[in-house]
Nanobody
Framework: QVQLVESGGGLVQPGGSLRLSCAAS????????MGWYRQAPGKQRELVAT???????NYADSVKDRFTISRDNAKNTVNLQMNSLKPEDTAVYSC?????????????WGLGTQVTVSS
């Protein structure tokens, strides 16, 4: 069973930066797609960014060119560098691990970390 723990959230002013980290309990990046999701008040959870075992990345249009997802395989960590933050980026950010190669396998989720962008 995979455990995911997010960290790095906090309060930041518009235009500022934060770096989120998702620590996995074991080495999984060779078989799991990792992703960051977020859910803002009154909104549905949305996909922010993903990175596959092969290193391919994908971003929501709203964060592309501002956010960067990366992996540190040696530390079993997935990071989300968030720059030029906007108030609309305020949300709970959750880490996700998903198998893409087999069916009927559950996703793993962290509990989330709060990001608040406000002056």
């Amino acid at each position: 069973q995979v455990q995911l723990v997010e960290s790095g959230g906090g309060l930041v002013q518009p235009g500022g930066s934060l770096r989120l980290s998702c620590a996995a309990s074991q080495s999984i990046f060779n078989i799991y797609r990792m992703g960051w999701y977020r859910q803002a008040p009154g909104k549905q959870r949305e996909l922010v960014a993903t990175i596959t075992s092969g290193g391919s990345t994908n971003y929501a249009d709203s964060v592309k060119d501002r956010f960067t997802i990366s992996r540190d395989n040696a530390k079993n960590t997935v990071n989300l560098q968030m720059n030029s933050l906007k108030p609309e980026d305020t949300a709970v950010y959750s880490c996700n691990a998903r198998r893409l190669d087999v069916s009927y396998t559950p996703d793993y989720w962290g509990l989330g970390t709060q990001v608040t962008v406000s002056s």
